[in-house]
RNA sequence: GCAGAAGUGGUGGAAUUGGUAGACACGCUGGACUUAAAAUCCAGUGGGCAGUAAUGCUCGUGCGGGUUCAAGUCCCGCCUUCUGUACCA
């Protein structure tokens, strides 16, 4: 029968096939795409792009991409023209790793993850505008990121006029005066020299000087080495001294890299965090990491030499508590000075610290190590002699690599000095620091100082500053933790550099040539030699003479044996870190197709800044901070208007997953550790049946009441241990084949016995496998993930949506559960129900569409306005989970009202088309509408409809709620305290007695003070 | 150690400037419909005490104080959890 058929399918809410049908409609219609001209003011929304894993997207990738979505679908709705680009962050160790195990192509991978991310996301029905993709590992997008790279090495720092500038101005400064008045952040090892000196040098020198210059140089530097990754870590790629992909150890080696001078934006990307609106605890995380520090910078001669040790202090004011000096163990100096006695000592400890690890150092902060080297330092007010350390206590990578130690005032100084027997002089007046060090700044006066007698911290501090000024051996000095960024690393899967050697020398290819593309290799590990995978490749050499890239062979061999120069040199072999991809390509959506420049002025000018990023707070010390380097620099060169990429940006909280597992046992020695499975497991079989069935036996054997049971249950099946008869659910087996690695498993039981896997389970008292569930972070590794897909498919894009926003505050971390999730999905068919006409007699089911042209009565249009307050001011401060509660009001108090008018139904659907795009089209096509709701104005909020006459006054008596009484709301307060007063149920409360007070707060509320 | 955030029913979470604590939802209990299940709908649901009942009283926002007519919200002192960071001189 096709008539009941089509019937059927007009009235039931067909979530699948409505939802299909609007996302093959706006893809057709280019519904979101954004123009770079128009009338409307701009709005730009961005979410943090993704790195396509092969694990696909979980559902917690897609929260802050549907906050993101509601956000940019508003703000369309109230008239912008809405910028809301999507792409991937698609150079990654992953894809390479994977490479390495089965040889697959890395861009073969990316892209077929790509295909399943794009899959995904378009199931969810965001509003993003794909004509602009980007992709950070295809050549036409790493073109620009390779061409940043030359401005960066185009280009000096000019501390005077705090900005960067070309280098080309820098030589020309040189040419004509030298290097003497120049204030640059560079190198510190730059000797001066005159215009004549310049323009004797040679080409090559006056390269490697200006080298020292650049924004992004080659140095030798000491880099975090990961042998087990093969390649070089960031600062902020390393977690608990281990790499924060794969968890392995971290050592310390010298390189050749390429460097970002980062530290010379420092105190502007500590200052620019003023103007925007970030969350805090992420400022202060940037904060923190940029680390400033004011003091002063000392040095102290050494004693029978001519070396000089520069150490950096924050504590000028305690320079005569000093009684010794500690140099790292990596300190440039410690060859020099060390006397012949403490030779042997002293190298034993440098090159038992070197092999030490990252980690092995940090885990035992206690254990106080060092060396004396036998040398003195000259104090520089009292020339007294001051034994100089070595110690491991002192970072080669912090301030200068060496401390004055004042023992009295520092607690690692007190330690190493107690620990070695070193005397500490007390400069405090009136504190004992027999026991402890004194490390308060204020709070005393200082003593035993000679000029500084008498001073407190403020006032000791200048004069010290001052008086080491006058000699010539300090000056006051500000101090940055930020280091410069490593550039390079030992990788295949990321963007080449545009740079080829010419005598050792790195040379920039042209823009115009560029990209430079990876080449081709059979391997993607190191070569035998040890180089990067791109020493595999055997055509990768660049031709300058025609400018491409030919065969290795034909490089010129001139630099080893004077022979003619061909033209043909090496290219560089690193590739860039993943941030080099990420951090500007904000701006390339702007523009993204442009072969010609990184992207058109006026698309530039005309977009400014994102005004929304939404991503996770993970990237605070990494991408954040690189990001807004960059936009300081590529502002500084002319090339960007703004001067910090992102306006507002919100961290969205994880989602977490409920993960559960059983303890294992080692067969040897029988540790416990803990073997993950699938929550879901457990889950077949209800927690309620199956989970408390066995517990219930074992309480009844335990000789509990079936009452006693029953009070337990509630507790037990909610607790977070809870005992689950593995027997009963799962087949060992199944199991077995499942995790063959486990095949001959132990496992710990509840009453702590064991149990082998392949011997038969007893099932005798107690033996149940005992199985704890934790919240923590999704992860194939321990079966917690749960997949949109499946939600979706389940109950639709439009639930899975809102529900993601109702699970609680955006930035908030929070389990999922698909425990209310048939709240959400019922609260759509209650709406959809809402704009048909119910069937006769039928109390689930609706017949057809069915709205009304008769104005609608008072309540609704109250009920509509109330609605429209609530969700603008919601959407306004993100406050997304509220207004999905907001929704649920509005449908159910305008189902009770049976309210059909198309004057709240139409306002309706709009409303709520951020959250539920879906069906709000379907809605609106069905209200008669040819053109999609995306555009239509957002409702217009009246304030005359929820003005009321009265009010149900809240009555306390000593601020205690007893009864409510209805008001008018016109009364005077004076009225109102007669109203209440003559009302029997305040007689009631008063039982005779006289109130001594009554406050009265008209609209709010009445409290009788007795 | 330092910095930041947070502690509210069985659960997720609401609560403008201090002004009815627990919105909305899940779960649970009972009922309607059904051969049955699912779906749907209706009612109840913070704890305790009293009452046949409507209802009333009382305790309740991590703990202890304070300010106020009135405190989840403000102030002081603790405790716990989470996140970040860590020999930074």
């Given at each position: 029968?096709?008539?009941?058929?089509?019937?059927?399918?007009?009235?039931?809410?067909?979530?699948?096939?409505?939802?299909?049908?609007?996302?093959?409609?706006?893809?057709?219609?280019?519904?979101?795409?954004?123009?770079?001209?128009?009338?409307?003011?701009?709005?730009?929304?961005?979410?943090?792009?993704?790195?396509?894993?092969?694990?696909?997207?979980?559902?917690?990738?897609?929260?802050?991409?549907?906050?993101?979505?509601?956000?940019?679908?508003?703000?369309?709705?109230?008239?912008?023209?809405?910028?809301?680009?999507?792409?991937?962050?698609?150079?990654?160790?992953?894809?390479?790793?994977?490479?390495?195990?089965?040889?697959?192509?890395?861009?073969?991978?990316?892209?077929?993850?790509?295909?399943?991310?794009?899959?995904?996301?378009?199931?969810?029905?965001?509003?993003?505008?794909?004509?602009?993709?980007?992709?950070?590992?295809?050549?036409?997008?790493?073109?620009?990121?390779?061409?940043?790279?030359?401005?960066?090495?185009?280009?000096?720092?000019?501390?005077?006029?705090?900005?960067?500038?070309?280098?080309?101005?820098?030589?020309?400064?040189?040419?004509?005066?030298?290097?003497?008045?120049?204030?640059?952040?560079?190198?510190?090892?730059?000797?001066?020299?005159?215009?004549?000196?310049?323009?004797?040098?040679?080409?090559?020198?006056?390269?490697?000087?200006?080298?020292?210059?650049?924004?992004?140089?080659?140095?030798?530097?000491?880099?975090?080495?990961?042998?087990?990754?093969?390649?070089?870590?960031?600062?902020?790629?390393?977690?608990?001294?281990?790499?924060?992909?794969?968890?392995?150890?971290?050592?310390?080696?010298?390189?050749?890299?390429?460097?970002?001078?980062?530290?010379?934006?420092?105190?502007?990307?500590?200052?620019?965090?003023?103007?925007?609106?970030?969350?805090?605890?992420?400022?202060?995380?940037?904060?923190?990491?940029?680390?400033?520090?004011?003091?002063?910078?000392?040095?102290?001669?050494?004693?029978?030499?001519?070396?000089?040790?520069?150490?950096?202090?924050?504590?000028?004011?305690?320079?005569?508590?000093?009684?010794?000096?500690?140099?790292?163990?990596?300190?440039e100096l410690v060859n020099q000075i060390t006397t012949k006695a403490q030779l042997a000592e002293v190298q034993a400890y440098v090159e038992a610290t070197a092999k030490r690890s990252e980690r092995e150092r940090m885990a035992d902060v206690k254990t106080i190590s060092g060396v004396f080297t036998g040398a003195y330092a000259e104090h520089p007010f009292t020339g007294k002699p001051i034994p100089i350390w070595i110690g491991d206590y002192v970072l080669a990578g912090y301030g200068t690599g060496a401390v004055m130690a004042v023992p009295c005032g520092d607690q690692r100084d007190y330690d190493f000095a107690k620990h070695f027997n070193i005397p500490i002089p007390n400069i405090f007046e009136g504190i004992d620091i027999s026991e402890e060090p004194f490390e308060d700044k204020a709070g005393t006066i200082i003593a035993n100082s000679d000029f500084l007698n008498g001073l407190n911290y403020a006032e000791a501090t200048q004069k010290a500053i001052e008086k080491l000024e006058e000699k010539g051996q300090g000056t006051g000095k500000i101090n940055y933790r930020l280091r410069d960024a490593v550039f390079s690393r030992q990788r295949y899967w990321g963007e080449p550099f545009p740079v080829y050697y010419k005598n050792g020398l790195p040379q920039m290819i042209a823009l115009e040539h560029l990209p430079l593309t990876l080449p081709e290799v059979e391997k993607y590990l190191p070569t035998e030699e040890g180089e990067p995978p791109l020493g595999r490749a055997e055509v990768w050499a660049w031709d300058t003479k025609n400018n491409k890239v030919v065969s290795n062979e034909l490089v010129s061999p001139s630099a080893v044996e004077g022979s003619e120069d061909n033209g043909v040199y090496p290219l560089e072999l690193n590739t860039m870190p993943g941030w080099a991809g990420s951090s500007c390509y904000m701006f390339r959506y702007m523009d993204p197709s442009n072969n010609k420049e990184f992207a058109d002025v006026d698309a530039l000018k005309y977009w400014g800044n994102v005004d929304l990023y939404i991503g996770?707070?993970?990237?605070?010390?990494?991408?954040?901070?690189?990001?807004?380097?960059?936009?300081?620099?590529?502002?500084?060169?002319?090339?960007?208007?703004?001067?910090?990429?992102?306006?507002?940006?919100?961290?969205?909280?994880?989602?977490?997953?409920?993960?559960?597992?059983?303890?294992?046992?080692?067969?040897?020695?029988?540790?416990?550790?803990?073997?993950?499975?699938?929550?879901?497991?457990?889950?077949?079989?209800?927690?309620?049946?199956?989970?408390?069935?066995?517990?219930?036996?074992?309480?009844?054997?335990?000789?509990?009441?079936?009452?006693?049971?029953?009070?337990?249950?509630?507790?037990?099946?909610?607790?977070?241990?809870?005992?689950?008869?593995?027997?009963?659910?799962?087949?060992?087996?199944?199991?077995?084949?499942?995790?063959?690695?486990?095949?001959?498993?132990?496992?710990?039981?509840?009453?702590?016995?064991?149990?082998?896997?392949?011997?038969?389970?007893?099932?005798g008292q107690g033996d149940v496998f005992k199985v704890s569930r934790e919240v923590e972070k999704m992860s194939k590794s321990k079966y917690n993930v749960v997949n949109p897909d499946d939600i979706c498919e389940q109950y639709g894009a439009d639930t899975l949506r809102m529900y993601e926003m109702f699970l609680g505050p955006l930035e908030q971390a929070k389990p999922w559960s698909t425990a209310g999730i048939t709240g959400v999905h019922s609260f759509l068919k209650k709406l959809w129900k809402l704009y048909h006409s119910p069937l006769e007699g039928g109390q689930g089911d609706v017949s057809e569409f069915f709205v009304s042209e008769d104005p609608a009565n008072k309540d609704s249009l109250k009920t509509l306005h109330k609605t429209i307050k609530k969700v603008e001011e919601d959407i306004e401060n993100f406050s997304f989970n509220t207004s999905v509660s907001t929704f649920m009001i509005a449908v159910n108090e305008l189902t009770a009202q049976k309210c059909n008018s198309r004057e709240v139904l139409e306002p309706l659907a709009i409303l709520i088309s951020p959250y539920a795009p879906h069906i709000a089209e379907e809605l609106w096509q069905k209200l008669g509408h040819s053109e999609s709701i995306a555009t239509a104005p957002f409702p217009k909020f009246e304030a005359k409809h929820l003005v009321e006459s009265s009010k149900e006054y809240p009555v306390s008596f000593n601020g205690k709620m007893r009864f409510k009484m209805e008001l008018p709301l016109d009364l005077t307060p004076v009225q109102l305290e007669e109203a209440v007063m003559a009302y029997d149920k305040t007689q009631e409360q008063l039982q005779g007695r006289t109130p001594k007070k009554v406050i009265v707060v008209p609209g709010k509320i009445i409290n009788i003070v007795g």
């Open positions: 029968m096709p008539f009941l058929f089509d019937t059927e399918r007009m009235s039931k809410y067909h979530f699948n096939d409505i939802e299909a049908k609007w996302q093959q409609y706006w893809a057709k219609n280019q519904t979101f795409k954004a123009e770079n001209q128009s009338e409307k003011p701009k709005y730009y929304v961005l979410d943090m792009f993704p790195y396509p894993s092969g694990a696909g997207l979980h559902v917690g990738h897609p929260l802050g991409y549907i906050a993101s979505d509601i956000y940019a679908r508003y703000k369309r709705h109230k008239g912008f023209n809405v910028l809301h680009p999507q792409g991937y962050d698609s150079f990654g160790l992953p894809a390479e790793q994977y490479a390495i195990q089965t040889g697959q192509h890395p861009r073969k991978t990316t892209e077929e993850n790509i295909v399943r991310y794009r899959e995904q996301l378009d199931k969810i029905g965001f509003s993003f505008d794909w004509s602009r993709e980007v992709r950070t590992s295809d050549p036409h997008y790493y073109k620009w990121t390779q061409w940043i790279f030359i401005q960066l090495f185009e280009s000096w720092y000019d501390k005077t006029d705090d900005k960067a500038k070309p280098i080309v101005e820098l030589e020309r400064i040189f040419t004509s005066e030298g290097n003497s008045n120049v204030n640059a952040a560079c190198d510190d090892d730059i000797e001066t020299f005159s215009a004549t000196d310049w323009n004797a040098f040679t080409s090559e020198e006056k390269q490697r000087i200006l080298l020292k210059y650049r924004l992004t140089y080659l140095a030798e530097t000491e880099v975090n080495w990961c042998p087990q990754l093969g390649t070089v870590l960031a600062n902020d790629e390393i977690v608990n001294g281990v790499s924060e992909r794969g968890g392995y150890p971290v050592i310390r080696k010298k390189m050749k890299q390429w460097s970002m001078r980062i530290t010379a934006y420092a105190q502007r990307l500590l200052d620019g965090l003023n103007n925007i609106d970030w969350p805090q605890p992420l400022k202060d995380s940037q904060t923190n990491w940029i680390g400033r520090s004011k003091g002063a910078s000392v040095s102290f001669n050494v004693k029978d030499s001519n070396a000089t040790i520069e150490v950096f202090t924050t504590r000028p004011d305690t320079i005569f508590g000093v009684s010794f000096m500690t140099l790292a163990p990596e300190h996770g707070s993970e990237h605070a010390t990494g991408h954040l901070l690189y990001t807004r380097f960059w936009t300081k620099f590529m502002h500084d060169r002319g090339y960007l208007p703004v001067d910090e990429p992102v306006k507002k940006l919100i961290n969205q909280g994880m989602i977490l997953g409920e993960s559960a597992f059983v303890f294992e046992s080692y067969h040897e020695e029988l540790q416990i550790k803990p073997l993950y499975f699938s929550a879901e497991i457990f889950r077949k079989t209800s927690v309620e049946s199956i989970a408390f069935q066995s517990e219930k036996k074992f309480y009844s054997d335990q000789g509990l009441s079936e009452e006693e049971i029953e009070a337990i249950k509630y507790r037990s099946v909610h607790a977070d241990v809870s005992f689950v008869n593995l027997q009963n659910e799962l087949n060992i087996e199944a199991f077995k084949n499942w995790r063959p690695e486990f095949k001959d498993a132990i496992f710990i039981l509840e009453n702590g016995k064991i149990y082998d896997i392949n011997s038969p389970f007893e099932g």
